[in-house]
């Protein structure tokens, strides 16, 4: 009789070295990523069985897909397990004591508990810290955090403190399905770096190949080798998804474990799906079992995670010991023990397919018993109470623990666990009709916080449309959902419009209007005059005062704007407003304000060129959105880091950050126009004229109401600067022309330093000098009395522009040599390079030639070390043309010797690049300053550098 053989780790050969390779060299970091079932688990355990007897200490954490509101949980449950690996208490750093409260297990093993602290920031970092001294006191260990796309956001936290700078003994492996991940793509809830002076993996595990399944089903099945046509079917019906094909395989065989006929035939996969194969799989697994076993295992399934015997007995309904009926189940296989005495599944799909195949009335039943012993529990696990009262058909029982576990996860920061609860709930048919109205009200104000919104939109939408809500609770609901539309959807002027909507219905709620009022008064959306988002300002704490003691959320939501406000236009007092944020409130949700505020503000600083507060700003706002569960603000504080870091000359890494943005958003472009715009100007800085010119028309300067407008002027300075590079000044001219009557009409010139000396160049090609110079009169008049250090730099390079056209060189020198002054002082090399090329040609027009060259060679050093090498070759051009050459390091080759053959040059680099990208010789020429033949030259020394034929075979450098 042949039987179903333990699987190998058929097709995960490397993937399993690579593991190991970095656990046995800590510190390490591993990320193991998959589909369901493709067997990130299973690759993990060999792994781990592989180090048992090497001496390290292994501690497994699980996240569960029905969690409930405990932060931290997982990396908790796997430390209850640490203590034979610990040194005495006298030994471990104190402030592992913090660990108390939370592993009573451990309280004979840990120092004494730290005095409490006030600060509940302050509390989470010291915990932080002692999770950290424990994993380093038990080194050497491996911390297996296994399915992080279930985990709660404080649990994310945690990991990205231990990725950080892990334990000097620590292995981390963490697991997850890329597909599930609340934030796509980030599987830490962040974008993931890797630590500086640790092994850092990302294994990607993928469908095993015909070859893979062909050895997995014969090693599984005890035969020499089943057919590669059996296979090729095979893989095509489950996808090469080991699990799937583990399943099938036991399906398939006979009662003596022999195939049916006698031998496999690929047409026998043909007459059934897959998942229909899966269940049966279970289903003749079930059918040898005992009553005590099988009620076991349809209890397991009706609690959906594991769970200990005292629970399954009492869902199982069993008047009996259930020992042996579990027992009987362990060892067929159809339930695995799980750490702490917990059984269940080894894959959800088959307690999926357990689950279904009970008849409806038991598992009623079934799910009654489990809320009756899950209520007796202290605490209550609500997340499950509400799941298992919903499939009971207890409605009210549902509601009431749904929303309950709603506000609960809200109150301890797990905003995505809130939103999903309520989510379910509202889009359940089930649910009673006078719950729905509260209900999305609660969705609305949570939603508005987290980062989801496609399934939050379309339910309160739908809801909307019904005539039973409230005229107060449509209102309340409309500008949520505009708030909702305006930020995470990146749909502003439809955000806009559901906010006016709105305003009608909250008349008897003047605070809730006053949050709405305070929306329409960001100045940088939409095309009224700041007149008009003054007025509305206004009108928003107006109405404010008549209720300013009722709510301090909504208190903080309109302080937050104002104080945006300020920033946004330059204000002189907006830094002495940015000071009276209550950042120390005790309420999250006012913390979560506060949050949003310092996002605001660090792009308004930016935008103004006050980069030093802008990183402040940054850290804060990152630092309190964490603590706080408000995932939108963490997220606007990351994307408007690109733009501060290429404004700051941070450019390392800079390109594949933005696209990785642009990713994430395809269906929300608005919310990445900083990374569409830092795209945009690196690839002019490159040469990259295409892609330059679809990434800044991508940045908002064709949105006339949706546009953030301080980056839709900087992408138009950009365009107006491309059009002038391809000689096309009346694109240039019409492109400037759109811009500043965008902020001419708006009344805020501070947005204008990027846009107003591109307009005055082209302005000044096309003959127009007294246009110049009324745009630039009227640019200083616009900034006069503000604080906005870049505005202030691009007025004296629009002067020197102007000093320039008209003969006053003098004058020019001097006006370009202090925007180069002041870029520089704001810590802005590219802007200060640019500055400096300008100063360097007022100086050749003086004759001062010497002064020049040494100008435009540290120009061109700046350019290089930055990667632009467009500029850099600009400046080697003019070096050559004045005749003062260049330096050895700006890109020239040394003197010692002939290159390598297969190493480019910097030269032959940059030349393999544009070619790479499709570029023809003269356009290569054009980008690079050199002659034809030149380029033809370099391009024949990088096809016989690189081993390759034609240019076509060039890939781009690294």
């Known amino acids: 009789m042949t039987s179903v053989a333990s699987p190998a780790m058929v097709g995960r050969e490397a993937p399993l070295r690579a593991l190991l390779d970095a656990i046995t060299r800590p510190p390490a970091v591993a990320l193991v990523e998959g589909e369901a079932g493709i067997g990130k688990t299973r690759l993990v355990r060999a792994a781990i069985d592989v180090l048992r007897d090497g001496g390290r200490t292994v501690l497994l954490g699980h996240c569960h897909q029905l969690r409930e509101p405990f932060p931290y949980g997982p990396v908790l449950d796997a430390l209850r397990h640490v203590a034979a690996a610990l ?164 399906s398939l065989l006979d009662g003596d474990g022999q195939f049916p006929g006698g031998v496999e035939e690929p047409e026998a996969l043909d007459h059934i799906a897959v998942p229909l194969l899966l269940r049966e799989a279970m289903a003749e697994q079930l059918a ?78 079934a799910h009654r018993r489990a809320m009756a012993a899950l209520s007796a529990l202290d605490p209550p696990p609500l997340v499950q109470l509400a799941y298992h009262a919903r499939c009971a058909g207890e409605y009210e029982a549902w509601r009431r623990h749904g929303g309950t576990a709603a506000d609960q996860a809200a109150a301890l920061g797990d905003v995505p666990l809130a939103v999903e609860l309520l989510e379910g709930m509202l889009a359940d048919p089930k649910l009673p009709r006078d719950a729905r109205g509260p209900l999305a009200l609660q969705l609305s104000r949570l939603a508005a916080i987290g980062l989801s919104h496609r399934r939050a939109v379309r339910l309160l ?83 404010l005062v008549t209720v300013a003691d009722e709510d301090p959320e909504l208190t903080a939501t309109v302080h937050a704007n104002k104080v945006t406000f300020a920033m946004l236009v330059g204000s002189p007092d907006a830094f002495a407003l940015a000071g009276t944020l209550p950042v120390n409130d005790p309420s999250a949700a006012v913390r979560r304000q506060v949050a949003r505020a310092y996002s605001n503000l660090c792009d308004a600083a930016t935008a103004l060129g006050h980069y030093g507060p802008a990183d402040r700003f940054a850290c804060e706002g990152r630092r309190i959105a964490e603590e706080s569960g408000a995932l939108y603000p963490a997220y606007l504080v990351e994307v408007s880091s690109i733009r501060l870091d290429w404004l700051t000359g941070r450019w390392d890494g800079l390109r594949e950050r933005a696209a990785a943005v ?53 992408a138009s300075g950009g365009l107006v600067e491309l059009h002038l590079i391809r000689d096309s000044v009346d694109a240039a001219l019409a492109e400037a022309d759109s811009a500043v009557t965008r902020l001419r009409r708006k009344g805020v010139w501070v947005w204008g330093e990027q846009i107003v000396p591109a307009a005055v160049t082209a302005l000044l090609r096309a003959g127009r000098s007294d246009q110049a110079a009324e745009l630039v009169a009227e640019f200083a008049a616009g900034i006069e009395g503000t604080d906005a250090p870049a505005a202030e730099a691009a007025l004296e390079s629009a002067h020197g522009a102007l000093a320039g056209a008209g003969g006053r060189f003098e004058e020019a020198a001097r006006r370009h040599g202090r925007a180069r002054a002041a870029y520089e002082a704001m810590r802005r090399p590219y802007g200060a390079a640019r500055a400096a090329e300008a100063e360097a040609g007022a100086r050749l027009e003086l004759d001062d030639g010497e002064a020049a060259a040494e100008i435009i060679a540290r120009a061109g050093e700046r350019y290089t070390a930055l990667g632009a090498t467009h500029d850099a070759a600009r400046c080697r051009h003019l070096l050559r043309e004045i005749g003062a050459g260049s330096r050895p390091h700006v890109g020239r080759k040394s003197r010692g010797g002939r ?6 040059s910097p030269r032959e680099s940059e030349v393999a690049r544009l070619v790479a990208l499709g570029q023809t010789n003269r356009e290569i020429a054009v980008v690079l300053f050199l002659s034809r033949r030149t380029v033809d030259t370099h391009v024949a020394r990088v ?16």
């Not at 917990?342 to 039943?365: E, K, M, N, T, W």
């Not at 830092?678 to 949105?703: H, I, N, T, Y």
């Not at 096809?943 to 690294?958: I, S």
């Open 87 to 250: 040194p005495k208490a006298e030994a471990l750093n104190p402030v592992t004591g913090a660990l108390r409260g939370y592993l009573p297990e451990l309280a004979g093993h840990l120092p004494p508990s730290p005095p409490p602290v006030d600060d509940p920031r302050a509390e989470r970092h010291r915990l932080f810290r002692a999770v950290h001294a424990l994993l380093d006191a038990a080194a050497p260990a491996v911390l297996v955090v296994e399915d992080l796309h279930w985990a709660d956001d404080g649990t994310r936290d945690l990991l990205r403190f231990l990725t950080h700078q892990p334990p000097e003994g620590l292995a981390l492996v963490m697991t997850f399905r890329r597909e599930d991940l609340p934030v796509p793509e980030l599987p830490l809830g962040h974008a993931y770096r890797h630590p500086p002076g640790a092994n850092s993996l990302v294994i990607s595990l993928k469908p095993l190949d015909v070859e893979a399944v062909r050895t997995l089903t014969s090693t599984l099945l005890g035969r020499s080798q089943v057919t590669e046509g059996f296979a090729a079917r095979l893989r095509e019906r489950t996808a090469g998804v080991p699990f799937l094909i583990e399943e099938v395989a036991r």
């Open 288 to 365: 040898g079992l005992s009553p005590p076993a099988l009620h076991a295992v349809h209890a397991a399934a009706v609690l959906k995670l594991p769970a200990d015997e005292r629970l399954i007995a009492a869902v199982s309904g069993a008047t009996a010991p259930t020992g042996a009926g579990l027992l009987e189940v362990l060892k067929a296989g159809v339930l695995l023990e799980h750490p702490d005495g917990q059984y269940g599944f080894r894959h959800a799909l088959a307690q999926q397919a357990v689950y279904d195949a009970i008849p409806g009335p038991d598992r009623q039943l």
């Open 461 to 543: 939408r739908h809801l909307l449309s019904d005539d039973f809500l409230s005229r107060e609770v449509r209102g309340q609901a409309r500008l949520n959902l505009g708030v909702l539309l305006a930020n995470q959807a990146g749909a502003i002027a439809e955000g806009r419009q559901e906010v006016l909507a709105a305003l009608p219905d909250l008349e008897g709620r003047p605070g809730i209007a006053a949050r709405g009022l305070a929306l329409l008064a960001m100045p940088a959306y939409g095309a009224e005059p700041i007149a008009t988002h003054r007025k509305w300002m206004d009108q928003a704490e107006s109405l």
């Open 662 to 714: 642009v990713e994430m958003t395809p269906e929300a472009p608005l919310l990445a126009v900083d990374a569409r715009l830092v795209l945009g100007m690196l690839a002019l800085a490159r040469g990259e004229w295409e892609e330059a010119e679809e990434r800044l028309a991508a940045a908002g300067p064709r949105e006339l109401d949706s546009a953030f407008l301080p980056v839709a002027a900087a």
């Open 899 to 904: 290159k390598a053959r297969g190493v480019l």
């Open 943 to 958: 096809l016989q550098k690189l081993g390759v034929r034609t240019r076509y075979e060039v890939c781009p450098p690294p």
